[in-house]
């Protein structure tokens, strides 16, 4: 199915998708939703989560973070056995959201293109963390490989023609963000010292200390045509 045709089809709840691990679980949703729907969705919402959705600029970017952060509370609800508006998330260190009080359950978000991909790990000891890409999106792909990809990975991808280099860069990207957003790190983590196999086999090969090679596994998402995305999985 393609992003067009998912968001079209008037499915608004969260979507389960195979899942590569037992204890891991993925859900996708489409963040657009109608002007009637809106007060149920922001009746789940915690005070903060309000306060911050008022922030925002515009109504639809308001409206699609209230969207994004009541599936959020939709999945984790059905794992935890409660009620929506009872799951407690807080920020934990340099602002990863957690759940409160600390368990076994582990949860990490992403969007693109008013799509959101869901993952929770129910393994103690593990943290989980996802990216998504759109394939078609344009960026100054070369420049970036030189700034967030090791030299071996750059070697890697080397004798592909452009898009060939933009499409790998953008499979390893996910890769990086994905275990970024699993370690809390964000954008500084080491990208250019996290080194991937290859774009088609997803095992980190190249990082030290949280990000040693054997702390990790990834597998691809398959969300729909037109996308790409990727899932971390971090023994603490």
């Known amino acids: 199915m393609s992003v067009s045709e998912f968001t079209s089809s008037g499915n ?11 204890d891991l679980g993925l859900w996708w ?17 915690s005070p903060e989560e309000i306060e911050r959705a008022n922030r925002y ?5 308001r ?11 939709e999945t984790l609800a059905q794992r935890l056995g409660t009620a929506p ?6 920020r934990g260190p340099r602002g990863r ?22 993952a929770h790990l129910a393994r103690p000891g593990f943290r989980v963390g996802v990216d998504i890409e759109a394939v ?36 390893l990207w996910t890769c990086k963000e994905a275990m970024s957003k699993a ?29 040693a090679p054997s702390r990790w596994t990834l597998h691809p998402v398959g969300v729909a045509d037109g996308l790409l995305a990727t899932v971390a999985i971090w023994s603490i």
Do not use: Q
Request: aromatic content about 6%; overall charge neutral; hydrophobic content about 40%.
């Open 12 to 22: 608004h709840a969260p979507t389960p998708l195979p899942s590569p691990e037992r």
């Open 57 to 61: 600029g515009t109504d639809a970017l």
């Open 136 to 171: 078609d999106r344009t960026l100054a792909h070369d420049g970036l490989a030189r700034k967030f990809l090791t030299a071996r990975e750059r070697e890697t991808i080397a004798g592909l023609d452009d898009d060939g280099r933009r499409r790998a860069f953008l499979r």
């Open 183 to 211: 370690t809390g790190d964000g954008i500084s983590a080491p990208f250019d010292e996290i080194g991937i196999d290859r774009p088609g086999r997803l095992v980190v090969v190249e990082g030290s200390g949280p990000y």
């Open 97 to 118: 959201p957690l759940l409160e009080p600390p368990g076994p359950l582990d949860f990490n978000v992403t969007h693109t293109r008013g799509i959101a991909l869901i």
């Open 85 to 90: 508006r009872d799951v407690v998330i807080r």
């Open 63 to 73: 409206d699609r973070y209230v969207a994004g952060r009541a599936a959020l509370r």
């Open 29 to 45: 949703c489409a963040l657009a939703r109608g002007a009637e729907e809106m007060p149920a969705l922001w009746s789940t919402l």
